[in-house]
């Protein structure tokens, strides 16, 4: 096995065109098989996935695939938050159907906002009256410099 640094295609992470550059391969010369070493696996998915929000064009079905997964959401999951049947995320997935307008910023803030989202009872999105508007009665306060919601 020889170990060079090399500009590597990560097809892995089920994008076409990520490319690792000057990352540690280790090749051997008589089969042609290689190894290779990729740190902090978890920092380079939410890089990946901060940069694809960055895009103008709405999402490719790899992207939508990719996204949901930095996201640590099931199909049935990420349907659920998207306020779309399981069917539509395999049909987005597949690029047998495009991201509707309002899907593509959703998930976009999605993303964007990762961690506080892992916070929110999704179940709760199955039981909003869309039809009537109520002020919301809420009470904060500093709790060991947090803020934390109280009785109102
Ligand atoms: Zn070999």
Redesign the pocket.
């Known amino acids: 096995?020889t170990a060079r640094r090399e500009n590597y295609r990560y097809q892995e992470c089920g994008l076409p065109y990520v490319t690792l550059k000057g990352i540690g391969v280790s090749r051997?010369?008589?089969?042609?098989?290689y190894e290779i070493s990729i740190p902090r696996i978890e920092e380079l998915h939410r890089l990946i996935a901060k940069a694809l929000i960055e895009k103008t064009t709405r999402f490719t079905g790899a992207e939508i695939r990719f996204l949901r997964k930095s996201l640590g959401l099931s199909a049935t999951d990420f349907a659920l938050r998207m306020g779309v049947t399981v069917e539509t995320v395999s049909r987005w997935e597949h690029g047998a159907a495009p991201i509707g307008p309002q899907a593509d910023r959703l998930l976009r803030l999605l993303v964007a906002q990762g961690r506080l989202t892992t916070q929110y009872p999704e179940q709760q999105l199955d039981r909003i009256n869309t039809k009537t508007a109520k002020e919301t009665r809420l009470g904060v306060t500093l709790e060991d410099e947090e803020w934390a919601v109280v009785a109102a």
Do not use: A, F, R, Y
């Open positions: 096995m051997c010369s008589n089969c042609g098989n």
